[in-house]
């Protein structure tokens, strides 16, 4: 990892857990402002102890936090980050980032959403304007890295974060992909191959044993039209509800040809288009992250 982004242990602290996810921990921590020399609230992802002994974990997660520091020099739209530097009784790496309020998956799920849901509304559903402001933020975000030939390939709301105006980031690029000069990538399918959530997978990242699959920019676009689903109505656009497999959505997008069915969303009807436009088997017809942008509900 390049040294200018590393901070010295003495000017962070790192305190307890907040969340976990498969592979990591993020702790509160408090980073040292040398200017003012204040300590300010910031955000610690770290390995989980018992998976950090794993050389090829400790790599993936390497490459993560370079990926992160990268992309955030430029992309307005992901997590802030500080730096990186090395905490706890092993010395371990850690990402050093800006303090976010909650993920969107806890603002869809949670019991005090309610207080910016609208209540008039039946479906107790999250108010009108918030879901369209959360959707153009996270169409930027992919906008960005898309027009540097970056796939984010694990969106969903676990991995995008609320700042106190609920205002939204993105964050995690352990397997994102820069496709280069090229506009898609072919292999052999395979489940090593898989990569990404089994709820937010495209069809392409699925296709049936022993064929060639391939896949481009577009891959986000669908997992885009999954998260803008799941926002209208907290649940998956599955039948299988929380549990679903790859092999389910394997099952249903390539041997059944048949695409989720987005949600009514009456009060935006644009946004209703938007979620139908992501999800379109054919990746070609999916609408881009920058049309997206453009869309006012």
Known sequence: MAQRDFIPADQVKRGDVISSGGFGLVYEGRLLEKRSGRWLEVALKQL?????????????????????????????????????????????????????????????????????????????????????????????????????????????????????????????????????????????????????????????????????????LAVDMWAFGILLGQMVTVDLLYPYGHGVTWVNVRNQLVRDRRAPTPPAVPELPRLQQLIHDCLQLDPAQRITAEQAIHVRG
Request: with cysteine; hydrophobic share 40%.
């Open 48 to 216: 989980k102890p018992e998976v950090e002994r794993v050389e090829r974990d400790l790599k993936q997660f390497d490459r993560e936090l370079q990926e992160t520091l990268e992309i955030a020099r430029w992309c307005k739209h992901v997590v802030k980050c500080f730096g990186w530097t090395r905490v706890g009784f092993r010395q371990s790496p850690a990402l050093v980032m800006k303090m976010y309020k909650q993920t969107l998956q806890e603002l869809i799920l949670k019991d005090d959403a309610r207080n910016l849901r609208d209540t008039d509304d039946p479906a107790d559903r999250l108010a009108p304007a918030l879901m369209l402001r959360i959707a153009k933020d996270v169409a930027h975000g992919l906008a960005e890295l898309h027009n540097a030939r970056i796939s984010n390939e694990d969106l969903k709301p676990g991995n995008v974060l609320l700042d106190a105006e609920n205002h939204a980031v993105l964050t995690d690029f352990g397997i994102s992909k820069f496709f280069g000069s090229g506009s898609q990538e072919t292999v052999q399918f395979s489940t090593l191959h898989i990569r990404g959530t089994s709820p937010f997978l495209p069809p392409e990242k699925l296709a049936s044993d022993n064929a060639r699959m391939t896949y481009s």
